[in-house]
């Protein structure tokens, strides 16, 4: 008789070590049952929209579920990172990460979050160059030109940005660290006004993402100097890089995905594979590329150290020139 029941306790315990696998296993291939949101900390229209948007129709697509496309702006993004900080873990409420969150660690003295420790990592996504303009009335056609004239007119060229701290603060601020001119930093609400005050004159230069700035370059509204990625935009291919006169300059927009803490690592491990999918599609990566941006495909290891390697660099940056949030 003891034998049955050792042979019906050992059955017992060796199932009772598989369940946390099969539970996870289901539980991966029943997500999601329900639409999933994603959650833009910036306005309609915007580059972090546009790229959320894109992916999210892919995606809806291919898990059968709607994905939603929630824009929350405000505070630099902060707003949409706090609510998904609070958010449920359970992979139906997703961040559309960008630059400015590596930003905003050091930016703002007072979070009520930390974002590295708080947002899980899922994919990157892809990384858009800026590209630097200026005014038509500039007489410059090149980097090493505008720096010329920078430096025989000091504190007389006004840099446009979308905002104190932003992408394009930081990387006119970096700029001119590295090129060692000096600007009148003229911040504005977004880059439209921005754009429309250059276009005026009111203003001269300006760094910001391609896809706000190829039309009008195209139409000849403004002049572009130089793409601020390491390698020449698939957009202005024959705009040349900044660092091809400032060795080591690289002021990219990226763009990924995240999670609240806590989520199981088998859905994100799902949305990870499913992001890259959509980054192999031929449409996908012909829309980002139309965009002046590259596909970044990664684990979401991966992602996580990108996001910890452009919060230690844009910190430096920041504390270097004493910016602060407004």
Request: hydrophobic share 45%.
């Given at each position: ?20 696998a099969?539970?996870s ?12 949101r ?24 291919r ?10 702006p ?81 504190g007389k ?35 439209p ?32 100097l ?5 390698e ?76 910890a ?5 844009w ?11 407004e």
């Open positions: 008789m003891k034998l049955p029941h050792r042979r019906q306790f050992l059955h017992l315990v060796a199932s009772a070590a598989t369940l946390p099969v539970s296993i289901a539980r991966a291939q029943a997500y999601p049952s329900r639409p999933v994603i959650i833009v900390g910036f306005a309609a229209g915007s580059g972090s929209d546009i790229v959320a948007r894109l992916l999210g129709q892919w995606l809806s697509e898990i059968g579920q709607p994905i939603v496309t929630e824009n929350r405000g505070a630099g993004g902060n707003l949409a990172a706090e609510a998904v900080v609070k958010a449920a873990p359970d992979g139906y409420t997703l961040l559309l990460v960008a630059t400015p969150y590596a930003i905003n660690a050091t930016l703002y003295d007072k979070l009520n979050f930390s974002f590295i420790r708080d947002i899980a990592p899922v994919a990157s996504i892809s990384r858009e160059s800026n590209v630097i303009v200026v005014n038509q009335s500039v007489p410059t056609r090149t980097v090493p030109e505008f720096i010329a004239y920078a430096k025989a007119n000091p060229i006004a840099m446009a940005s979308a905002g104190n701290g932003s992408t394009s603060h930081l990387a006119g601020t970096l700029f001119q660290k590295m090129a060692g001119i000096n600007m009148i930093h003229v911040p504005y609400r977004g880059a006004p921005a754009i429309t005050d250059l276009i005026g004159g009111q203003a001269q230069f300006f760094a910001a993402p391609t896809s706000a700035l190829i039309e009008h370059i195209k139409a000849g509204r403004l002049r572009p130089g793409v601020t990625t390491l020449r935009s698939p957009a202005l291919p024959d705009v040349p890089t900044v660092g091809e006169t400032l060795p080591g300059y690289e002021a990219s927009t990226w763009f990924g995905l995240g999670v609240p803490k806590g989520t199981p690592a088998e859905i994100i491990n799902k949305l990870n594979q499913e992001t890259n999918a959509a980054l192999a599609d031929p449409k996908i990566k012909g829309r980002l590329a139309d965009l002046g941006a590259t596909v970044l495909v990664g684990s979401p290891a991966d992602f996580g150290k990108l996001i390697d452009e919060t230690e660099r910190g430096q940056v920041i504390r270097a020139a004493n910016i602060r949030a």
